[in-house]
Every structure is written in structure tokens, then in C-alpha cells.
């Protein structure tokens, strides 16, 4: 594998955890990572809790919309990460490039119970949480794991 290695990050609506993640690669990996983000029912929108969360970070979402995981089987990648439950258990094996796929389940902030106050809580939680994961993926050395390797490594970072 080598660099830029393509990260495609899914959720269920595309709407808020796999549009953070990929705000938050796009950030933080610099040139060496093309981070890109779908949904397996594409709400067609960014949610205004994600909006919100990032933009507290000073995470630009400059440049993403809301897609469905399908426009983009063809599209080779190296790496996809589900960040939902619901899209951990319906994508399909087979993709283009055949790339690593790990599931770093997330809450959705979206759909959680609670107030506004406790929807944004998560939201910067959810925020927080993928900084720190994301943050382990850019320090992993992916030129130089093999395939297992990096598959371990990469789902053993929700787990620390």
C-alpha cells in the first residue's frame, strides 16, 4: 500500500459520523490520506449536529455532501471503516481495490434520545472520539504492515 491510501468512511444516513470522520481525516492526514465518507441510506444532507460539532473544532466540511455507498463500489480504496452498526452489518465484502474493512461503531448523535443540549453533548463527544481514533490511523506505519497486521491494528483502535 502506499500513499495517498483512501479511507472511505460509512454510516447509516451519511449524515453525521461518517461526514465528521471524514472532516476529521481530511484535517488531520494531510496529503499522505484521501479520506471520503458515504451513507447506505443517504439522507441527502449534512446534519446541522455535525455542522455544529466540527465547527466548534474549526473542522471545515468544505467540499462533502451526503452520497450513497453504491456510487462508489467501483472506486478503489484502501481502507473502509463503518462508524455504524446498521452499515457494518448491510455493506457489501466486495469492492474495488479490495480494501481493509473495520467497524468503529459510534452512537449516532442524531438519533439518540435525550434533549438538544444531550444531542450536542454527543455530537462533540462523537467529534472527540474519531480525533482520537483518527489520530492512531494517521500514526500507524500502513507502508510498512502487511495486510493482517493492519487489519489487527486497525481494529484494535476503538478498543484502547
Given at each position: 500500500m502506499r500513499a495517498p491510501f483512501r479511507v472511505?468512511?460509512?454510516?447509516?444516513?451519511?449524515?453525521?459520523?461518517?461526514?465528521?470522520?471524514?472532516?476529521?481525516?481530511?484535517?488531520?492526514?494531510?496529503?499522505?490520506?484521501?479520506?471520503?465518507?458515504?451513507?447506505?441510506?443517504?439522507?441527502?444532507?449534512?446534519?446541522?449536529?455535525?455542522?455544529?460539532?466540527?465547527?466548534?473544532?474549526?473542522?471545515?466540511?468544505?467540499?462533502?455532501?451526503?452520497?450513497?455507498?453504491?456510487?462508489?463500489?467501483?472506486?478503489?480504496?484502501?481502507i473502509i471503516i463503518t462508524v455504524c452498526d446498521a452499515?457494518?452489518?448491510?455493506?457489501?465484502?466486495?469492492?474495488?481495490?479490495?480494501?481493509i474493512v473495520v467497524h468503529w461503531g459510534l452512537p449516532d448523535p442524531v438519533t439518540a434520545p435525550g434533549t438538544l443540549a444531550e444531542k450536542h453533548a454527543l455530537a462533540d463527544k462523537t467529534v472527540d472520539t474519531l480525533v482520537r481514533w483518527i489520530g492512531r490511523l494517521i500514526e500507524l506505519r500502513l507502508e510498512d504492515l502487511g495486510r493482517t497486521e493492519l487489519e489487527r491494528e486497525l481494529n484494535t483502535i476503538p478498543r484502547l
Open positions: 472511505l468512511f460509512i454510516c447509516t444516513a451519511n449524515a453525521c459520523r461518517s461526514q465528521m470522520a471524514e472532516a476529521v481525516l481530511r484535517h488531520l492526514g494531510g496529503q499522505r490520506f484521501l479520506a471520503g465518507s458515504a451513507g447506505i441510506c443517504p439522507m441527502g444532507q449534512i446534519h446541522p449536529l455535525a455542522m455544529e460539532a466540527l465547527r466548534r473544532r474549526g473542522l471545515s466540511l468544505a467540499g462533502q455532501s451526503s452520497k450513497g455507498f453504491e456510487d462508489l463500489l467501483e472506486v478503489e480504496q484502501d452499515a457494518a452489518c448491510v455493506i457489501p465484502r466486495q469492492w474495488a481495490g479490495n480494501p
